[in-house]
């Protein structure tokens, strides 16, 4: 028996709910044609912008890993290793939107049943930058992308106006998803990063302004590791290094602990689960906290002979899937996602040894 793993999340109808979030593997057309290829249910392309784009002149990304026997963490090659997590500092995808446009198109033209979702960004605070929003969502929803994914949560903006310096205000939120809004007429799902200190109250005013999904989480602010020999940060230029983002297995817990707040805070609300997911029970973890799509990025990067693209990955994550929904009898990843919610409650809920828990106040007499 074939199980069916298609999926409706925002109202687009995917082939599998696992699809290559915004990063590497879908920064060109060759890269997006090859996960279709292998399976992959739709991709949220590396983030297009219209600001010029100048990386770090040395490594923009490294893989760190550990290992049982020495279970340091370091991009060091060992034997015996195991992934622990990506470090990256790298900016948006430095193609031009008029580079794109064609290649959205054939990709969409050849693969017409898998969805495209366009990352997007642009700045904030003016009418300038408010056009820049609609320019580039309505020039990617012409040539045929079926969503939009604001890019909200770009870790590594010195511009104060972009990125993950905006997604702590409400208003910017508010206004940008207003002007995308007004331009494009497709789902419009919103990336936030996990530290924002108020990521709850903007995924509320985004919902509340329209987006149809939040998309949880970007990469993790953190700093890569220095080497106590040689004094030298494991990724650095000229000896200096800035906050850039981890992501991968690392980050499983956190992002978890991210989307189990937003799901329980908004139930009725998509999430889309990113963070940290190599293989189906990741993403089983995301599903019963209530997302009901899955993205990944650094298991795909990491898969030795695959391009960047996880050939392996997707079939995995689709065979183990398909297996657990047979095993289980559920018709889809609907039966049980959101299962866990009610399962998180506050601390003074979990059972006591004894029943003198007050909360840890001294009792008051
Ligand atoms: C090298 C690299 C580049 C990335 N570029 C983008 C980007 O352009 N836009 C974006 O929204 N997220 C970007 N991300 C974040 C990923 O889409 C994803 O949110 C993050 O890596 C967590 O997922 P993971 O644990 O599966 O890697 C990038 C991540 C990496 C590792």
Redesign the pocket.
Known sequence: MTIDLTTQFTGLDFVNPFIL????PT?SKRKILKAFEAGWGGV?T??IGLHPVENVAGP??IYQRTSETKPYVSREKRPDTVSH????W????DQPLEQWLPDLKEIKETYPDRMVIA?I?AGAGSEEEMQNWQTLAKACVGVGCDAL?L?L??PHMDRKDMGAHIANDEEIIQSVLKAVKAAVDVPIWV?LTPSSSSLIDGAGAAYAAGASSI?L???FPSLPLMDPETMKFEVEVDGLVTSG?Q???A??HQ?LDRVSSLSRAYPDKSISG?????GFREAFNFIVHGAGNL???????EEKGSGGVGVKLIKELTDDLADYLERKGYSSIEEFRGVARERIVEHSQIRRKSEDYNGGYAQSA
């Open positions: 979030a915004s990063a590497p920064e949220v590396k983030t923009k990304t997590s990506s470090w990256n790298e900016l948006i995808s990352s960004m994914e890019n949560s770009c990336k998309s989480c970007n990469t983002g992501g991968g297995l980050i499983l992002a990113i963070g940290g997911i190599k993205q990944i990025c650094t298991a795909a990067m």
